[in-house]
């Protein structure tokens, strides 16, 4: 597993936490120092089944400062795709992806289930 996260996140902590409390085996990767390619989100957006927008960090400083809130929905997911793989910063955190999983953010109870 790919676990894709920012070292000073305390929620990326929490997530490392749970994954190492459940003996889970990842690949840690810096959000930051290697940021998402355009590719790498257009393939786990669409294996995640989620909306593009979950993928946004948007209570970030970047995001805010941008006005991607507003922005956004007039936005093609191309240009959407584009802007994620801008910034780090700008991609929501932590993401945790395999072969046929692919979450995005810390929420014990959905990680739980989803692992197993």
């Known amino acids: 597993m790919l676990f894709i996260c920012y070292s000073k996140c305390s929620t990326c902590k929490k997530a490392r936490k749970y994954l190492e409390s459940e003996n889970i085996s990842f690949t840690e990767r810096d959000i ?6 355009k590719e790498e989100l257009k393939t786990w957006h669409q294996k995640s089944g ?8 948007t ?3 970047i995001y805010r400062e ?3 809130k507003d922005k956004l929905e007039h936005m093609s997911e191309e240009e959407q795709y584009e802007i994620l793989a801008s910034d780090g910063m700008l991609v929501k955190r932590p993401l ?3 072969d046929d999983l ?3 953010g810390f929420k014990e109870k959905e990680w739980v289930e989803k692992l197993g």
Do not use: D
């Not at 930051?32 to 390619?37: A, E, I, L, R």
């Not at 989620?50 to 960090?57: E, G, T, V």
């Open 66 to 68: 941008l006005g991607l």
């Open 50 to 57: 989620l909306p593009l927008k979950r993928f946004f960090n």
């Open 96 to 98: 945790l992806i395999s």
């Open 32 to 37: 930051k120092t290697q940021n998402p390619t």
């Open 102 to 104: 692919v979450l995005v």
């Open 59 to 61: 209570s970030g400083l």
